[in-house]
């Protein structure tokens, strides 16, 4: 069992929808949890950042944590054709040494259609 | 704040060659510089992880060897595939890591360069 579970889609989806990803994990160490948005032959981008469980919104983005069930979830509200790209979960359990990894989902391939 | 990046953009060598790829972090000082490697549709893999100053640690299964990797300077670190061949024709990304400090504002996350698009022929 991969560490980080992920659907790699692809998932399409009209403009304006609202858009859920998620990803679950089996390593109850995992603290801090982040989602990068990578677009065709570029690197990943840090879209949003949590420390432990709960919500964070930012714009039209908002991460939820849920560390009882193990599982993260990224939605996008009011999704635009530029929301289009792979977004990657990632989770580590201790950002600060630096001897910490952080494990990636595979990514989930997202389209939006206009 | 928090740029890193990557040159060359793409490069085409022929088998048998070397191939130095540079990462740098531009407006931060990167006390640890991280390796990936990223087949189409794939996620990234680890390659390995550079602290300033000393060897570099490689996931199991990268050959230390191939990939020499040097983290010379705060802001600098090289990856040098030698002797490719097709097999190792690939995005190659790298990672920066900073000291504490606010500038980062998130201070601890990873944040990538733009990649390396390698092909060997």
């Known amino acids: 069992q991969k560490e980080v579970e992920q659907d790699p889609g692809p998932l399409s989806v009209p403009e304006g929808a609202i858009v859920s990803l998620n990803c679950t994990y089996s390593n109850s160490a995992f603290q801090y949890f982040m989602w990068y948005r990578q677009y065709s032959r570029k690197g990943p981008e840090l879209l949003m950042y949590t420390y432990s469980s709960g919500n964070k919104e930012d714009g039209r983005f908002t991460a939820q944590v849920d560390k009882s069930s193990k599982y993260i979830s990224l939605f996008i509200r009011d999704s635009q054709p530029s929301d289009s790209a792979t977004y990657l979960c990632?989770?580590?359990?201790?950002?600060?040494?630096?001897?910490?990894?952080?494990?990636f989902g595979s990514g989930t391939r997202l389209s939006i259609r206009p | 704040g928090a740029v890193v990046s990557q040159h060359p953009s793409w490069v085409i060598c022929k088998s048998g060659t070397s191939v130095k790829i540079e990462c740098r972090s531009l407006d931060f000082q990167a006390t640890t510089m991280f390796w990936y490697r990223q087949f189409p549709k794939q996620s990234l893999m680890l390659m390995a992880t550079?602290?300033?100053?000393?060897?570099?640690?490689?996931e199991q299964g990268v050959e230390k060897d191939k990939f020499l990797i040097n983290h010379a300077s705060l802001t600098l670190s090289t990856l040098t595939v030698t002797s490719a061949h097709p097999e190792d024709s690939s995005f190659y990304i790298c990672?920066?890591?900073?000291?504490?400090?606010?500038?980062?504002?998130?201070?601890?996350?990873?944040?990538f360069g733009p990649g390396t698009r390698l092909l060997v022929l």
């Open positions: 550079s602290n300033e100053g000393s060897k570099a640690t490689y």
């Open positions: 990632a989770m580590s359990a201790e950002m600060a040494s630096s001897a910490s990894k952080i494990i």
């Open positions: 990672s920066a890591r900073g000291d504490s400090g606010a500038l980062l504002g998130v201070q601890e996350t990873q944040y």
